[in-house]
Structures are given as C-alpha cells and as structure tokens.
C-alpha cells in the first residue's frame, strides 16, 4: 500500500512540474520558437551554402532565410519519414521471416523430425 501512495505523488508532482509554464511560456509557444529557431538555422546555413555557389554580385538576399529554412525543415522531415517507411518495411520482412521460421519449427516438432 505504501508503493501506491508514492507512485501517486511521483505522478502528481511530475504532472504539477510538467504542467508549470517556463519563464511564462506554454509547451505549445516553446515548440514553436524551437520550429522557428531550427527553421532559421537551417534557412542561415541554405544562404550562406548558395552564396558560396553563386557570383558575389548574384548573391541571396537574406530575404529568402525563413522560406528555405521552413522548406529545409519540412524537406529534413520527409526524409526521416521515409527512412521510417523503409526501415518499416524490413521490419516487416524480418517479422515475416520470422513467423515462416517459427511454424516451420512447430511443423517439424509436430512430425518429430530431427
């Protein structure tokens, strides 16, 4: 009984601690100056990367810094997904090997073949 009552006030102070604004943000304003922060990173890196390529007098303005950031970051998560997709299709041949393996071994358990 007593592990009950301090599961019970882990759990509550861990969602009174998560649930506590830090320095007057929400979670949903803190993902979002990460989504903000991470985009221009990315769009910084894109415009200095292109105006390493093109002619001093042809460079990108750093106008264009938040639009290749968003799109940088939203191409950095269609990657992932599909390397999640592909890695989900071997999991699926292997579990599916797997399965092939096992009832061939209760088959060959079945018939006492050794």
Known sequence: ???VWAVGL????GVAALAQD???KSVGDQLLTFVQSAAELIGRGLVRIL????????EVGSDLVQPLGYLGLITAVLLLFGILEAARKVIWI??????VLL???IVLDALRVS
């Open 1 to 3: 009984m007593r592990y």
């Open 10 to 13: 882990i759990v509550i102070l």
């Open 94 to 99: 292997v579990v599916i090997v797997g399965w």
């Open 22 to 24: 830090t320095a007057g």
């Open 103 to 105: 009832v061939v071994r």
């Open 51 to 58: 105006n390493l390529v093109l002619p001093e007098d042809r």
